[in-house]
């Protein structure tokens, strides 16, 4: 069972409906012990890194999300909640994330031409990296839907998928049983559905 953790941010039923539409069975969730119990954990997001913080702390997710991270198990960030993964965010201010993954997110405002709209809204192609287990049946150029300002600068040795929007941008991030997404696998069609798959596979 895949436990989609529900702290009062994300697109959670389209979510589900994907893993359900790839045979897995999720659930969206804020209880303690069904995220314990659960095979792998999803943390979605959207909106403000700021208030997403203290609405994981308060929600009573961040401490059973961060100690499940230790035992080993797989968990994936999704938009906003891989931002969160990181150690800090540079949105109005700066924030404390998870720290599960070494790195900062900072803005596209200053570092692309201003013919770049933001927010960065649609299709953009992957270029892959690492040979992660989520993009197993992935190829490079293969598309997904984007809806974001913000980004993660890390260490390369995360990076396992970048894309292009006036520059080069990390578009996923793994750290051994973590991962992330800056893009949305459940508004990404096929391709979306193939990186769900992998994600259940992965160990």
């Known amino acids: 069972m895949i436990a989609i953790i529900d702290y009062g941010v994300g697109n959670l039923f389209s979510l589900k ?24 954990i999803i ?9 997403a913080t203290k609405k994981l702390k308060e ?9 499940e991270c230790k035992k080993g198990k797989t968990v994936m960030g999704i938009c906003l909640g891989m931002q969160l993964l990181f150690d800090e965010s540079y949105e109005f201010g700066v924030h404390q994330g998870l720290s599960l993954i070494n790195g900062k997110i900072v803005g596209f ?4 031409d201003k013919e770049y709209r933001i927010p960065h809204i649609g299709w953009n192609s992957l270029k892959l990296y690492n040979n992660s287990p989520i993009f197993k049946y992935l190829k490079d150029g293969d598309y997904v839907y984007f809806v974001h ?13 970048t894309s292009d929007y006036g520059m080069e941008f990390t578009a996923a991030v793994q750290n051994e049983n973590v991962f992330g997404c800056q893009f949305h696998p459940e508004k990404s069609g096929e391709t979306g559905l193939k990186i769900l798959k992998g994600f259940c596979e992965a160990e």
């Open 149 to 161: 300002s913000y980004y993660a600068e890390c260490n390369k040795k995360n990076i396992i998928a």
């Open 59 to 67: 929600s009573g997710m961040k401490d059973v999300l961060l100690s």
């Open 43 to 51: 943390l979605p997001g959207v909106g403000a890194f700021e208030d």
């Open 109 to 112: 405002e200053g570092r692309i």
């Open 17 to 40: 409906s994907s893993f359900n539409a790839i045979g897995e069975d999720a659930i969206i969730t804020n209880n303690v012990q069904t995220i314990k119990d659960a095979k792998k």
